[in-house]
């Protein structure tokens, strides 16, 4: 099962930007759809985006769309999340997950079809 570990997090102003990073190791990094969560207290951890396995496709949450950009380096087994014009809304741990290509399509974005998750990094976005 491969491992994810997110890097990037931050506090930031309103308006601000962050770029996430989740590095994989220990499986075949194009074999995995890739996707970005994030997860607030008292919520229900949510969906944000995901990218398919060659950059192809890509999906987000009505919410980020504009501001958020997922993108893949396969190369380097990495996912990036760049985060612009962010709000306090945003505020969130937010996790990178993966799962198998060809198991389900990409409008399937529930949390429960993806097998594996990294620890986690907060973001806090200040007023």
């Known amino acids: 099962q491969v491992q994810l570990v997110e890097s990037g997090g931050g506090l930031v102003q309103a308006g601000g930007s962050l770029r996430l990073s989740c590095a994989a190791s220990?499986?075949?990094?194009?074999?995995?759809?890739m996707g970005w969560f994030r997860h607030t207290p008292g919520k229900e951890r949510e969906f944000v985006a995901h990218i398919s396995w060659d950059a192809d496709r890509t999906y987000y949450r009505d919410s980020v769309k504009g501001r958020f950009t997922i993108s893949r380096d396969n190369a380097k087994n990495t996912v990036y999340l760049q985060m612009n014009t962010l709000k306090p809304a945003d505020t969130a741990v937010y996790y990178c997950?993966?799962?198998?290509?060809?198991?389900?399509?990409?409008?399937?974005?529930?949390?429960?079809?993806?097998?594996?998750w990294g620890q986690g990094t907060q973001v806090t976005v200040s007023s």
């Open positions: 997950a993966a799962r198998p290509r060809f198991k389900y399509s990409t409008a399937t974005i529930t949390s429960t079809s993806y097998t594996s």
């Open positions: 220990g499986g075949t990094f194009t074999t995995y759809t």
